[in-house]
């Protein structure tokens, strides 16, 4: 054999080179586990394109590759023998990092489902959030929990490491001085992802597939690794910017009332897509929300900003949405200055509460909401203590019926006229309900349907109580949900149908009707400032629903790129505000359909796209979210 073959053939049996090989084998057979469980999401694909996806994924995962398995690196390039006086150190080195990937992987294996898209370096803050109980996920998923304990176990037991190390360079206990810088020089690539000008992210993959194949084509550990540390917002100039805040922010001096009269109940249903509804989508879950639909102004297309319960305090209370990877909570903006709602709301004469049954400090609400100027919060430390043991549901907190009880209870006490919010938490994982109610609503093709069910009779109990009240026929009710969850049909996992939440708003002086305008949860507080005779109490990038200057959108994030749905299109822009995706998608169906990148559609979504994105990325950067410098009258 020739000495270069032979030479290049042993390389090969190196133990570092054999162990890299198993690891992206391993990552690879992740990823084909998230595609089985994700093929919703994964919109109109080819095959040869998923599997171009998945291929791809090889290259995706070099960088954690490097970074994870750095460890292992360190260990057998500078002890190249060590795998054989020491083979537990060195299985214990491969099967810790191999098991953490396989672990994040599968995690959101079952969490993009609701999410739509890898989880980033937020996840932790999920997992350590004091309200967030692992115990119902390992009871709930025990199973794929043994299963991946039994792949690591044989993981350990299958590294390779029984063929030839260093031996070839002549020296059995060291590397020798050449092949340090060597295998530097390779680590570098790879933590790289090869010579371009900068590290490989997660966001690149809308490079070399479609959008709706980002996800599968990068992981969720390097979504973690291109997340961490990135503590601010990329500057963007993509127009003039003026011209930006025009036609994004158009505020207007309007009028005040000099008494305000109405009192506001915002209900924020925990999940509450429309897919679960039937006075929007046909199905049996909502009951009490059909009939009420009827006499309601009900928002025929109404989007959530992002996917997440923690993105839906700062979209519908300070009109930031989830436009960039991290969470804004939990982002370096969190302590910019930015005045919420609530804060608005009472300069001009209201009391203001904000009622959620998981403990305090559940997702930084309180804090976020006492920076931004504050608000009475009502947790699970204010609920009474004779009562919490019976009503509490064993994982977040307090269950919805008895929950929304209490806040009738409360409100009867405050200060009128009262702007209050009440977020839900029943209709979330593990979808625990009382057991009273387990015969009464019975479980659907979907285990969150039950817990929709239960909260729609919540819903049904606090409106029936609250209307014995005083203040009832002089309060605006308004019901939305957070976030969607799982769905049935592939159109929910679109870019249009996976945001698509209920917005109906109901009281003694609105009129039952519909509005067709697109809007967002950044809409709905200057709409409800409209509508109580106010002007828009908090700057927001929403606008009132009923301005006849406003064409109606919603803006979200996802796999990288900036969404813009204005139904029933669809855009998706870049930070260089280069155009990704333009399509049309009816509602319910599952076909996207292309459209043609000119015309006076795609030019008037395209330059208010790019001015949503300059104007956010502007504003959190120079800390000028609430600085009035729109467009006054």
């Given amino acids: 054999m020739h000495p270069i073959i032979s030479r290049f053939r042993t390389f090969f049996q190196l133990a570092i080179i054999r162990q890299l090989l198993f690891a992206l084998a391993l990552l690879s057979l992740s990823r084909l586990v998230w595609l089985l469980l994700n093929t919703k999401g994964m919109g109109q694909t080819e095959p040869v394109d998923v599997l171009f996806a998945i291929a791809w994924g090889v290259y995706f995962d070099l960088p954690v590759i490097a970074y994870v398995f750095s460890p292992l690196w360190l260990w057998m390039v500078i002890y190249p023998t060590g795998h054989i006086r020491f083979p537990r150190i060195s299985r214990l080195l491969f099967t810790i990092p191999a098991a953490l990937c396989l672990t994040l992987n599968a995690i959101d294996s079952a969490y993009s489902r609701v999410t739509g898209r890898r989880s980033g370096p937020e996840l932790f803050t999920n997992l350590a959030d004091e309200g967030n109980h692992i115990l119902p996920y390992i009871t709930e998923y025990w199973y794929a929990i043994t299963a991946l304990l039994l792949i690591i176990v044989c993981i350990y037991h299958r590294v390779p490491l029984k063929k030839l190390s260093l031996y070839i360079y002549g020296k059995p206990w060291y590397a020798p001085l050449w092949i340090i810088p060597l295998y530097t020089a390779v680590w570098i690539l790879a933590a790289r992802g090869g010579l371009q000008l900068k590290p490989l992210r997660s966001l690149d993959a809308g490079l070399y597939v479609s959008p709706g194949l980002t996800n599968l084509t990068t992981s969720t550990p390097l979504q973690i690794l291109s997340g961490w540390g990135h503590a601010k917002l990329a500057p963007v100039q993509l127009m ?6 025009k036609l994004i922010l158009p505020l207007k ?10 009192n506001i109940v915002l209900l924020i249903v925990e999940s509450l897509g429309r897919d679960y509804t ?3 989508n046909g199905r049996p879950y909502t009951p009490f929300l059909d009939s009420l639909s009827r006499q ?10 992002g996917t997440r319960s923690i993105e839906m305090v700062p979209s519908i209370f300070c009109g930031i949405p989830g436009f960039m990877e991290e969470h804004y909570i939990t982002s370096v903006y969190s302590t910019n200055k930015v005045e919420n709602a609530f804060a608005s709301f009472r300069k001009t004469g209201y009391s203001t509460q904000f009622f959620h049954g998981a403990a305090n400090g559940t997702m930084g609400f309180a804090s976020f909401l006492g920076h931004t100027g504050g608000v009475q919060y009502f947790g699970l430390n204010e609920y009474p203590a004779q009562l919490k043991e019976k009503d509490y549901d064993g994982a977040w907190g307090i269950y919805d019926e008895p929950w929304l009880q209490y806040v009738i209870h409360c409100l009867d006490t405050v200060k009128k006229p009262f702007f209050s919010a009440a977020f839900t938490l029943s209709s979330h994982h593990p979808y625990q309900i009382p057991d009273r109610f387990k015969k009464q ?17 919540a819903l049904q109990s606090f409106f029936k109580e609250a209307a014995t009240k005083p203040w009832f026929k002089n309060t605006l009710f308004v019901i939305t949900g957070d976030h969607t969850s799982y769905g049935l049909d592939d159109y929910f996992y679109s870019p249009i149908g996976h945001f698509e939440i209920p917005l109906l708003i109901y009281g003694s002086s609105v009129k039952p009707g519909s509005v067709d305008k697109t809007v967002s949860q950044c809409d709905i507080i200057p709409t409800l400032a409209e509508m109580t005779g106010l002007t828009a109490p908090v700057f927001s990038m929403g606008r009132s629903a009923f301005d006849s200057t406003y064409p109606g959108y919603s803006f979200h994030f996802e796999s990288g790129l900036y969404y813009m749905v204005q ?3 669809a855009m998706a822009m870049d930070e260089q505000g280069r155009v990704k995706d333009f399509h049309r998608q009816v509602r319910n169906e599952k076909v996207r359909q292309p459209l043609a990148r000119h015309g006076t559609e795609y030019v008037k979504m395209e330059k208010i796209l790019r001015a949503a994105i300059q104007v956010f990325h502007t504003r959190l950067n120079e800390n000028t979210w609430n600085t009035n410098t729109g467009n006054p009258d």
């Fill in 240 to 245: 003039n910017q003026d011209s930006a805040e």
């Fill in 253 to 262: 001096k309007g009028h005040q009332a000099a008494t305000p009269q109405k």
């Fill in 278 to 280: 039937g006075f929007m």
């Fill in 296 to 305: 309601s102004l009900v928002f025929q297309y109404c989007y959530a900003n």
């Fill in 441 to 457: 609503f019975p479980e659907g093709p979907l285990p969150i349907h039950r817990s929709i069910r239960y909260a729609d009779y």
């Fill in 567 to 569: 139904y029933p299109l």
